[in-house]
T-cell receptor
Framework: AQSVTQLDSHVSVSEGTPVLLRCNYS??????LFWYVQHPNKGLQLLLK??????LVKGINGFEAEFKKSETSFHLTKPSAHMSDAAEYFC???????????FGAGTTVTVRA | SAVISQKPSRDICQRGTSLTIQCQVD?????MFWYRQQPGQSLTLIAT?????????ESGFVIDKFPISRPNLTFSTLTVSNMSPEDSSIYLC????????????FGPGTRLTVL
């Protein structure tokens, strides 16, 4: 079985400052890990995914995440927040080659001008 | 990636009625999924719909309440039956296996309010 814990329910940052969203995972098998973003009244958009290749994964819109097996973490970062980054972010895990996704509770990001 | 559309985008329904949500994808996919996102919460998988077979439901979800059809490789429907206010949620479909990848792509969702 697999699960994820998003350590922050809400993150508030100033525009132009770094963003860090923390995610720890639990998986019995080699996991696939994803970050999705959901803007208000929109569907989910894939930011990036990790599937046992490079541990540092680059995604869209300047986001990246680092897979750390020793810490069972997959934290999402962006060096400089933009107002358009205000959204809900979900960390998601699945076992490799398993279609079933387990979603974290989500982190709401607020960006202050 | 895949382009996925859902109809309707939102609806307000009376309790006791049923609503059928459509999901259309622009390429053929093997697996389609239906999720529920209750207000302020994360996503929960309702069922997996493969073409040519019965849908597989997750624990806590039953076919009588959420019947699903999957008539072909690009289309699926989810019906929310005998609705109550507790069914007020966003319902999202997703697809897997586009271009041979193991990534799920999501539709825009259907926002359902039951009065």
């Amino acid at each position: 079985a697999q699960s994820v814990t998003q350590l922050d329910s809400h993150v508030s940052v100033s525009e132009g400052t770094p963003v860090l969203l923390r995610c720890n995972y639990s998986s019995s098998y080699s996991p696939s890990l994803f970050w999705y973003v959901q803007h208000p009244n929109k569907g989910l958009q894939l930011l990036l995914k990790y599937t046992s290749a490079a541990t540092l994964v680059k995604g869209i819109n300047g986001f990246e995440a680092e897979f750390k097996k020793s810490e069972t973490s997959f934290h999402l970062t962006k060096p400089s927040a933009h107002m358009s980054d205000a959204a809900e972010y979900f960390c998601v895990v699945s076992a490799l080659n398993d279609y079933k996704l387990s979603f974290g509770a989500g982190t709401t990001v607020t960006v202050r001008a | 990636s895949a382009v996925i559309s859902q109809k309707p985008s939102r609806d307000i329904c009376q309790r006791g009625t049923s609503l059928t949500i459509q999901c259309q994808v622009d390429s053929q996919v093997t697996m389609m999924f239906w999720y529920r996102q209750q207000p302020g919460q994360s996503l929960t998988l309702i069922a997996t719909a493969n073409q040519g077979s019965e849908a597989t439901y997750e624990s806590g979800f039953v076919i009588d309440k959420f019947p699903i059809s999957r008539p072909n490789l690009t289309f699926s429907t989810l019906t929310v039956s005998n609705m109550s206010p507790e069914d007020s949620s966003i319902y999202l479909c997703s697809v897997d296996g586009v271009g041979g990848t193991d990534t799920q792509y999501f539709g825009p969702g259907t926002r359902l309010t039951v009065l």
